[in-house]
């Protein structure tokens, strides 16, 4: 069965820690997107990455960094977590033409 | 810069009703994608169906159909024979082709009463 994964369902941080959420897809795909989900706002694109070691901001890049050392693996890291980063964060993957798939979600809780 | 629309914020319906979804989009582009995805309280996401801007014919996945009337920029989900497991929330969401990036709507949350 397909799959892409992430790392924690539920995490809680301390404001100004450093803070990484992982994702890794088994189905060799070349994309891979990190989304955020809050009530009334929908989803919405904070970085994307086309390839290893490629990436493009979304739409509400400011506080967040990306990495992808492996095609298998995209890390979203919070340089500084604040109380406005705490949200549902979302991993998705495909490949081109292909509708995405996404992972369960991490519920972030910033405090 | 591509938006998405879904004007209802809630719905509800009796279980083996149908009940349709709105969602308006607006490009300028000719080749895209649109998508309804379906958000269960488990969060996964899950891909409900899928529709090709190039494609006249409407996409249709078991109970669920779409009617897509690019003209007017609108692409409904029509649920059929509405079950207790379809409560969730859903997002409509559209894709440049060629673009992977998706673009949602606020979503709809629909509740199937028993």
């Known amino acids: 069965d397909v799959k892409v994964t992430q790392s924690s369902r539920y995490l809680v941080k301390r404001t100004g820690e450093k803070v990484f959420l992982e994702c890794v897809q088994d189905?060799?795909?070349?994309?891979m997107f990190w989304y955020r989900q809050d009530p009334g706002l929908g989803l919405r694109l904070i970085y994307f990455?086309?390839?290893?070691?490629?990436?493009e901001k979304g739409d509400i890049p400011e506080g967040y960094s990306v990495s992808r050392e492996k095609k298998e693996r995209f890390s979203l890291i919070l340089e500084s977590a604040s109380t406005n980063q705490t949200s549902m964060y979302l991993c998705?993957?495909?490949?081109?033409?292909?509708?995405?798939?996404f992972g369960q979600g991490t519920r972030l809780t910033v405090v | 810069a591509q938006t998405v629309t879904q004007s209802q914020p809630e719905m509800s319906v009796q279980e083996a009703e149908t009940v349709t979804l709105s969602c308006t989009y607006d490009?300028?582009?000719?080749?895209?994608?649109l998508f309804w995805y379906k958000q269960p309280p488990s969060r996964q996401m899950i891909l409900v169906i899928r529709?090709?801007?190039?494609?006249?014919q409407n996409a249709t996945e078991n109970r669920f159909s779409v009617n897509f009337q690019k003209a007017a920029k609108s692409f409904s989900l029509k649920i059929s024979d509405s079950q207790l497991g379809d409560t969730a929330m859903y997002f409509c969401?559209?894709?440049?082709?060629?673009?992977?990036?998706?673009?949602f709507g606020t979503g709809t949350r629909l509740t199937i009463i028993p």
């Open positions: 998705a993957s495909n490949s081109l033409g292909r509708s995405p798939l």
């Open positions: 189905m060799d795909h070349e994309n």
């Open positions: 990455s086309y390839d290893v070691k490629m990436k």
């Open positions: 490009t300028s582009e000719n080749n895209y994608y």
């Open positions: 529709q090709e801007a190039y494609k006249q």
């Open positions: 969401a559209f894709s440049d082709f060629g673009n992977e990036k998706l673009t």
